[in-house]
């Protein structure tokens, strides 16, 4: 395969020409590599390189101007904005979201060569005309508004003339300069030029480049398949078929540097593929077929990123046999671990309100490893120190908790987490913390670190600069939104041999380069082609009317590299992602589509891969008891079991394994909310202290009259010792402070309701019971134990009673069968009453029978809902539990006991 630059070198030396005396211009700094390289293997021999220059440098050496960096564009104006009008003016990180759109706009106008007087005055009477009242005077805001734009022309004059002065320009103002200086630079130049594979065309790029080339002896060579220069409809060829038809050059000229390519043999691919990692995955296995297939094709390979954020996922992808990469692109700094780092403890101060940080925000920035590397130089534990805040259920993180954290730790405490004054003591905090880094990298030798440390010294040492040489940047936001900006620019280069190996690139870096196999990702709407976006002040219309750029336009630019691509390429494979989204592009490019439509393409063939997924079987987890775990479960049974343990065991043997057996707790974490455990908790607490002054007496309407007097203080005084630190003046924490003495105060409205028609006697709260069982086939003794929140009699029946802070309903409490009673957690609450009816009759010798049942307080309208035994669904009620039904329970109780104990059974988790 011969390549487009090949051919022009051939046209040239076939046409006697001394190849090394003209000046070459090219698209791009990359293609003039390629060109270097070309003229030097086919001359054969060591020559003095000919000038070769991309358009960008070309046109500055005409202009006599440096091209102004991106942030000094940004800044200077800012300062031409607040001297242009007398409008109030805005802040300097407001004027950051905009300042890039108005920077575009600027570019455009002066490279297209428009009268900007007469496009702003347009401009300001379309905003007028948009911003009309019905009111005859206009508010301030609409005053402030449309004199922004009746400034537009003098913003633009000032910010120009300032540049110039410093003889700088943005990119706009640098070809307008060039623009006006190509005569005078035609009189001067004696070498001729040579312009190389370009396509659209500003109005300062064409006019330089006709009058080089009508000044007689220079060369422009286009690099199209005639198969879309013909076809008047087809965008790959719009711009040439525009330049031919309005040139004057071309009315005595052919055009130059068409070649028969696009419609040879070739193997083309179209591949679908689901979401954007699959696409890198599925070139990273094309690779490898291809490498096993053809090794020394990869030597003329280049993977083209239609959406370059592909490039990490890719990197990670390539197999590790290809024996040489070069990737074009840079990694861009902002993806690196110090980025994010940088990004925490700005977002950190940005986010701190009166009443501290949120604890969330706080975690989140000490649980980043580059903090923890800072905190273990100075000997602090990361996760101590979320510990404490979990412990203490700090929602929010003051300054009186920070004296507590990093009491030992003043300097590291200062530099992190103390108020700034100014964006400079930022800056020097920043500059502290890589110096640190610096000593924990360069003592691990993290090469690629220091690298990235290196350059975010460069980036605070720019920002300190513009901070001292501009005085207008005085907020931690306008800070930070500078620094976003700065650091999405930033990239970390990759070493290579744009010449050697495996090319990665950019769908732009493309431009004059062929090669024989093409690998194209992201070929979906929004990417390829970009489709429309409105990053511009001047509406559609308006810059139809001026012959400015819209998406129409860029949809042919992109149009153009696709099909170049193709042109030369043997191999092609097309990825396209076929599951679209906002984030990951629209649907299948219209690219593809016109492709497939084309009659005279009968080579493609059309696939959609998707990664193959393994049936993972999911096998309930099962743990067989050996001979430790034996002999871990016989002491757990001498210290007891609890009616919870138990009721965890038949919920599911392996929760009762972690939790009751190996103590495996969950992780602690701040309460934001209180949690249910919490609630019950309180509500518990609350109703001992309210009822142990009638422990052993009746129970009389006055006193419970006088309790309730009490619930307000008590509740506060429980929040206050088990939800420690957590805030309840606010949000659902207020109100799960109301609920709870809502439903304390409902209870004991009920309970004196109840007084009217029994006489009720308090026996005991929260009594602990603790009962040796002897079961036949378990040698040691087997401990049952559990609390009961109250003991009564009522009308001299004695009843336990179980407090819920959840809904439980009558069902949950009744048995027809007892087997249900340890196979099924549904009846857990039954469960649970007749563990503790068991233990009481088993330890009073006074009492042979009772009643056992359940207050729930979310379904106190129920009433106590009583344990009841039933013969079938309909049939009559048992509430009485008797020596005869513990009996009963006695037997499945054992049952449970001895399956848990039994070494041959194993816990075998269940389906929750």
Known sequence: ????????????????????????????????????????????????????????????????????????????LYNSYLKAGPEEK??????????????????????????????????????????????????????????????????????NNNLLSKRLGHQGLVYRKAAENIDSYVKHEKQKHVFLGFNALNTAESKIIQTILTSGGSHIYWDIDPYFLNDKIHDAGFFIRKHKTTWSYFASNDIKGTSHHYLSK??????????????????????KKLQAEKPESLKNTAIVLGDESLLNPLINSLPSTIPSVNITMGQKLALSGLASFFDSYLDLHLTKTSKGWFYKDFISFLSHSNTGLLLTHVGIETNKLVTTINLKNWTYIKDIHLDILFANNEEIRSVLFDSYQN??????????????????????????????????????????????????????????????????????????????????????????IDFETIILTSVNEGILPSGKSNNSFIPFDLKTEYGLPTYKEKDAVYTYHFYRLLQRAKNIYLLYNTEPDVLEGGEKSRLITQLLTDENRTDI???????????????????????????????????????????????????????????????????????ANTFGTIVHDTLEELY??????????????????????????????????????????LIAHNVIIKYIE?????????LKTQNIKIVALEEKLKVELRIPGIEQTVILKGKLDRVDIANGITRIIDFKTGKVERRNVEVTDWNTLIDDYGYSKAFQLLCYSYMFLKTRTDTNELNAGIISLKNLKSGLLQFAQKESSRSKKNILINHET???????????????????????????
């Open 1 to 76: 395969m011969q390549s487009f630059l090949e051919e022009v070198i051939d046209d040239l030396i076939g046409q006697k020409r001394n190849i090394t005396e003209y000046i070459y211009v090219l698209p791009s700094k990359r293609a003039g590599t390629f060109l270097r390289n070309a003229i030097s293997k086919k001359l054969g021999k060591t020559i003095i390189s000919p000038d070769i220059y991309s358009i960008e440098e070309f046109i500055e050496k005409i202009s006599g101007l440096s091209y102004a960096s991106q942030t000094q564009q940004i800044f200077e």
């Open 605 to 675: 063939v059309e696939k959609i891969a998707a990664p193959k997924i393994a049936v993972i079987p999911t096998e309930k987890q099962k743990i067989s008891k050996t001979p430790d775990l034996v002999e871990l479960i016989n002491s757990y049974t001498l210290r007891g079991f609890s009616p919870s343990s138990l009721s965890n065991y038949i919920r599911n043997p392996i929760d009762f394994y972690k939790q009751n057996l190996m103590n495996i707790a969950e992780t602690n974490s701040v309460e934001e909310h209180v949690a």
């Open 746 to 754: 409902n209870f004991i409205d009920a309970e004196i309701k109840e």
């Open 692 to 733: 142990t002054p009638f422990i052993g007496k009746e129970l009389r309407i006055e006193n419970l009259q006088n309790a309730k007097k009490q619930i307000k203080g008590l509740v506060k005084i429980n929040f206050e010792k088990t939800y420690l630190d957590g805030n309840i003046t606010t949000g659902k924490n």
């Open 266 to 287: 070739k193997h083309i691919e179209i591949v679908g593929v689901p979401k954007n990692i699959a696409q890198a995955k599925y070139v990273g296995s094309l690779l």
């Open 886 to 912: 513990i009996t009963l329970f006695e037997e499945k109780l054992f049952l449970l006991i001895k399956e848990i104990c039994n070494a041959d059974i194993p816990f075998i988790e269940k389906e929750v």
């Open 423 to 512: 964006p400079k003591q930022l800056i020097d905090r920043c500059n502290y913390l890589i110096e640190n880094f610096k000593d924990e990298f360069m003592s691990t030798s993290n090469k690629i670190e220091l690298e990235h440390l290196y350059k975010f010294h460069k980036l605070f040492n720019q920002i300190e600069e513009l901070t001292t040489q501009y005085h207008f940047l005085t907020t931690l936001k306008a800070f930070h939104n500078l620094y976003k900006q700065l650091l999405s620019t930033e990239t970390m280069d990759f070493q290579g041999d744009p010449l050697e190996g495996l090319q990665v690139m950019g769908m732009l870096e493309s431009r004059n």
């Open 90 to 159: 805005e802040p300097f990180d407001s004027y950051l979201n905009w300042a890039q759109t108005l920077l575009q706009d600027f570019n455009e106008i002066d490279r297209y060569l428009i009268d900007a007087s007469d496009l702003f005055s347009g401009l300001s009477a379309i905003q007028e005309v948009n911003h009309w009242s019905l009111k005859s005077e206009k508010t301030t805001l609409m005053e402030n508004y449309l004199h922004f734009w009746k400034n537009l022309n003098s913003l633009y004059t000032h910010f």
